[in-house]
């Protein structure tokens, strides 16, 4: 995660007026792609949900008649998107709040991160049922009538709590890193090469 | 978004700043503990599906929900801000949205700003007041727009009056939307449990009361109700509520 977010952040500062630069960043990016292995439907699918709100902030500067610059922003941000994603890729739902707790990330902020990370499986798991049970009851009404949403959000939230308070009476703390967790030797090499790909890429640019 | 603004020194800045204000409001929150933080996580996960849902605001262009108006008036401003610091973490650093490198500016633009505008908001006009939600959700959403279009002036080289425009005609627009549905969910809210609606005096169960004394509590049940009707409002289900389905996806995958 820390990688990640190094080499995307270099990728991000890449200067626009260094093409070796953007080379670089389109390297560093193939090279991530390739050792993560994201699945490429995935990946696509995901990047195309983002290229609206992309468009939506190069837009201003396409309107101003600097179609290069626009063309050289949304570039370097595909590229920092894609990285972004392909490392998301590799990392695990269930561990993010210890994970980000043992980077330092304050217990309270990593307790409502971990809730609400199984609340949204308790979303769509609790939605799924209503659906069914009111399929099977012949009810009308599509899958986002209030009806449904009202149910879903009710239940939802009844649920939250019973699992809350089991987890609670079993003695789980979420917040709380794993023996073991953190930052150790198995992590520098990652960090190291994310570390001086961004670097490289900012030398290059120079 | 990353790569959009790249200046270094004011990416630091911004990062610098988000956090600061998240460090403020946790300060807050622990010194005055007044919700549940597995409640607020709750209402996060309802907030996280709603940003997944695109409101039309012209010919092909769109704005997402922000869902910080109804936070802060349910959960109060320093619970609102961790809360979607917390949502705003989850869709960087595993759907790729908003940016890793731009955390702090989102922070700042879509938890800080709408929550400071929506308490100034509620301090002017009351809490019982129609005209509270929609006034603080526009002026939230236009203070984070005008935000945003100086980070991409400043950080980007965009010209500052077309990108000024640009951004804060789209973000009005939306925050109207989004006012209105905000005043329609309260409308329900103050009807069902008006209790909620007064972070400082009103007090949600928490698990330690769960723990000591397992009652039925309605409040909670009208508040998911009220959510329910608000997203249920929403007639244009955007179809991008795959910012949810990965996540689950990713839960149901995990070992």
Known sequence: MLGCTVLVTGISTAPLRSRDALVASACATLVVLLITRAAPLELLKRSLVAVPVLAALVLPVLLAGHARHAFELGFRAMLALITALSFAATLSIIDLPSALSSLGLPRPLARMLGTMLRQAGAVQAQGQRILLARKLRGAKGGAMSAEVLASLLTSTAERAERVELAMRLRGADLATPKAGQGLGPRDLPLLLASSCAAIAIHIWAS | ?255
């Open chain 2, 1 to 255: 978004m990353d790569g959009i603004v790249a200046d270094p020194a004011l990416l630091l800045a911004l990062n610098a700043s988000g956090a600061g204000c998240v460090g403020l409001a946790l300060q807050r929150v622990q010194r005055r503990p007044q919700r549940s933080l597995a409640w607020a996580g709750t209402l996060g996960a309802f907030v996280l599906a709603a940003q997944a849902i695109n409101v039309p605001v012209g010919p092909g262009v769109s704005a997402h929900v922000i869902g910080s108006g109804l936070l802060t008036l349910v959960l109060g401003p320093a619970l609102s801000i961790l809360a979607l610091a917390c949502v705003l973490m989850i869709q960087a650093l595993l759907l790729g949205d908003g940016g890793i490198s731009m955390l702090g500016a989102n922070v700042i633009n879509i938890a800080v700003l709408p929550a400071i505008a929506m308490h100034l908001a509620r301090r002017c006009l009351g809490p019982k007041a129609g005209a509270t939600a929609v006034v603080g959700t526009v002026l939230g959403s236009v203070l984070g727009a005008l935000s945003l279009a100086w980070m991409l002036a400043y950080g980007a080289g965009a010209p500052w009056r077309v990108t000024c425009l640009w951004l804060v005609g789209v973000q009005g627009v939306a925050g109207l939307v989004e006012g209105v549905l905000t005043l329609i969910a309260l409308g329900h809210l103050a009807r069902r449990a008006p209790g909620l609606l007064d972070p400082d005096q009103a007090r949600l169960p928490t698990l330690d009361d769960a723990i000591e004394a397992p009652v039925p509590r309605p409040g909670l049940r009208w508040t998911a109700l009220g959510l329910g009707l608000l997203l249920a409002w929403v007639p244009f289900a955007s179809g991008s509520p795959d910012a949810l389905e990965v996540v689950v996806q990713r839960l149901q995958d995990a070992p």
